[in-house]
């Protein structure tokens, strides 16, 4: 008898689901009703755009005999596990144990990849690779934004992120599509995306070579994306350069208004 149930709880494990999960149950949306084999399933459906709450789910039906029922791991009427991972906080099911599930408590959703490979930071609101903790610029709930590549939100994006020198973040598939377009900053904040330092020192000495530091239209007002200041400059052929920090990453801006 012990065999014949554990037969039954096994059985059709990884034969069921979508593209996005691998489960034996579909759930119900509680905001239109409907049957979906999972949130993401739902989100891609609606027409109008609104998106499932995946802690609001109720009731689920077991693809194996067809039984809807409260969320629960195990179907009460045939004894098959509806997903060998289940989640009671997220009302998430998945077959597929190697992507390493685990809930966050601090995001208050399941993330993968393995727990002890992931770190909470409280300022970006986000779960982030171990190999970013102490080393990473925090923004403020950068995590809880759109990418600003493709628009998508990136807090419980099924897509890997990025988490760029600055502390903003992206995917990283639009990420490494922004570097065959050489584009080298931050779609955000415009700093470098990358120690600039060598590019610099071979851009000053292109200019002297070429007498390209000569000024010819004036005094013009620049912003510096590194180090933020603002400072009067005389406008040159080959860009403009901070005076403070000494970068080539600056653009032209109004002069300021000073107070009367």
């Known amino acids: 008898m012990e065999l014949d149930d554990a037969s039954r709880h096994g059985f059709g494990r990884m034969g069921f689901g979508c593209k996005h999960y691998r489960r ?58 509806m997903g060998e991972y289940f989640c009671s906080a997220c009302k998430f099911f998945d077959d597929d144990v190697d992507r390493e599930h685990f809930h966050c408590q601090d995001c208050g959703i399941c993330r993968i990849g393995g727990k002890d490979n992931f770190f909470h930071c409280e300022k970006c609101g986000s779960c982030y690779s171990v190999s970013l903790r102490d080393k990473h610029c925090c923004i ?10 493709c628009y998508e939100y990136l807090f419980d994006s099924l897509r890997e992120t990025s988490v760029l020198r600055c502390g903003h973040t992206m995917h990283l598939q639009c990420f490494h599509e922004m570097l065959k377009h050489d584009k080298f900053s931050c779609p955000i904040c415009s700093m470098p995306i990358f120690d600039m330092d060598k590019f610099l020192r071979a851009l000053d000495a292109e200019i002297e070579a070429n007498m390209l530091h000569i000024d010819y239209m004036g005094k013009g007002w620049i912003v510096c994306n590194d180090c933020r200041d603002t400072t009067q400059v005389y406008a040159r052929v080959a860009g403009h350069k901070c005076c403070h920090c000494q970068s080539h990453n600056t653009c032209r801006v109004a002069a300021p208004v000073l107070p009367a």
């Open 140 to 149: 403020e709930n950068s995590m809880k934004n759109n990418c600003p590549i």
């Open 24 to 81: 034996r149950c579909r759930i119900r949306a509680p905001c239109c009703n409907d049957v979906f084999h999972c949130r993401h399933c739902h989100n891609e459906s609606t027409k109008d755009g609104h998106e499932l709450d995946r802690h609001a789910v109720e009731s689920v039906i077991c693809l194996v005999c067809d039984t809807e029922q409260p969320v629960a791991q195990v179907c009460y009427n045939c004894g098959v596990c």
